[in-house]
C-alpha cells in the first residue's frame, strides 16, 4: 500500500505564511513528480506547484514568487512554503505523487487526503 499523509494547513491572517508537508510511504520503487494541487469551494481543482526528482519546478501563474515547492528524496517528503497569502489562497491543499509502487512496478499517481489552509483578510 501507498499513503501520502499531508500536515501544515491551518488558519492564518493574509499576508502571513504556512509550511505544508507531504510525506509517502509504502510500497514505493521510485518517485518521479511530486506537488500540490487546490480546490476552493465551487471550483475546479488546479495545479499550484509540482517537483521532478532532479528538482525542475512549475508554479501557478497565481502563486509565483510567493510559494516555493522543495523535495527531500530521500524520505520521499515534499513541501510547499506559503508566503505573503492572500484570502484567495483559501482552499483543501492536495498532495499527489507520480510513483512506481515497488510490488507491481505499475505507474500511478497517489493523493493524500487533503488539508485545510484559511487565509483571512
Known amino acids: 500500500q501507498v499513503q501520502l499523509v499531508e500536515s501544515g494547513g491551518g488558519l492564518v491572517q493574509a499576508g502571513g505564511s504556512l509550511r505544508l508537508s507531504c510525506a509517502a510511504s509504502g510500497s514505493i520503487f521510485d518517485i518521479d513528480t511530486m506537488g500540490w494541487y487546490r480546490q476552493a469551494p465551487g471550483k475546479q481543482r488546479e495545479l499550484v506547484a509540482g517537483?521532478?526528482?532532479?528538482?525542475?519546478?512549475k508554479y501557478a501563474d497565481s502563486v509565483k514568487g510567493r510559494f516555493t515547492i522543495s523535495r527531500e528524496n530521500a524520505v520521499n517528503i515534499v513541501y510547499l512554503q506559503m508566503n505573503s497569502l492572500k484570502p484567495e489562497d483559501t482552499a483543501v491543499y492536495y498532495c499527489?505523487?507520480?510513483?512506481?509502487?515497488?510490488?507491481?512496478?505499475?505507474?500511478?499517481?497517489?493523493w493524500g487526503q487533503g488539508t485545510q489552509v484559511t487565509v483571512s483578510s
Open positions: 517537483i521532478t526528482r532532479d528538482d525542475s519546478t
Open positions: 499527489y505523487a507520480d510513483l512506481i509502487r515497488s510490488s507491481s512496478l505499475d505507474r500511478g499517481d497517489y
